[in-house]
């Protein structure tokens, strides 16, 4: 498994990752060359799909970041709670980051939960 971001959302801590073979099986895409095989609309329209905010959060595109990892290029697309106070939740809610490879694939959220002492 390969660790491309992480992020907190309500009081929770994710890692996002992806298999090798997912990761390695996308289009090599090399940026002298033109344009990345997903465009940047196409990387937040699968982002904004895949996320799963709570029931009355809603979000909205803070941040689109293009990164390379070992030759391979994908997406970080953070999403903002556009009600950054939703009803019930108590506070302020950081953005959730979604990871979209260049074959579209999202890399899952994985919760870490911390060892009891």
Same mark, same amino acid.
């Given at each position: 498994?390969?660790?491309? /971001? /992480?992020? /907190?959302?309500?009081?929770?801590?994710?890692?996002? &990752?992806?298999?090798?073979?997912?990761?390695?099986? %996308?289009?090599?895409?090399? #940026?002298?060359? %033109?344009?990345?095989?997903?465009?940047?609309?196409? +990387?937040?329209?699968?982002?904004?799909?895949?996320?799963? #905010?709570?029931?009355?959060?809603?979000?909205?595109?803070?941040?689109?970041?293009?990164?390379? &990892?070992?030759?391979?290029? &994908?997406?970080?697309?953070?999403?903002?709670?556009?009600?950054?106070? +939703?009803? %019930?939740? %108590?506070?302020?809610?950081?953005?959730? /980051?979604?990871?979209?490879?260049?074959?579209?694939?999202?890399?899952?959220?994985?919760?870490?939960?911390?060892?009891?002492?």
């Amino acid at each position: 498994m390969i660790p491309l /971001s /992480s992020y /907190s959302f309500m009081d929770r801590h994710y890692l996002c &990752f992806v298999t090798e073979s997912n990761f390695f099986r %996308g289009p090599l895409w090399q #940026p002298d060359k %033109g344009e990345p095989p997903i465009s940047f609309r196409r +990387a937040l329209e699968i982002a904004e799909k895949h996320a799963a #905010p709570a029931k009355h959060v809603t979000l909205k595109p803070q941040e689109i970041a293009l990164k390379s &990892f070992v030759g391979m290029w &994908f997406y970080v697309v953070q999403l903002e709670p556009s009600n950054w106070r +939703a009803p %019930g939740l %108590g506070g302020p809610m950081a953005p959730v /980051s979604v990871v979209v490879l260049m074959d579209g694939t999202v890399a899952e959220p994985v919760e870490q939960v911390e060892a009891k002492r």
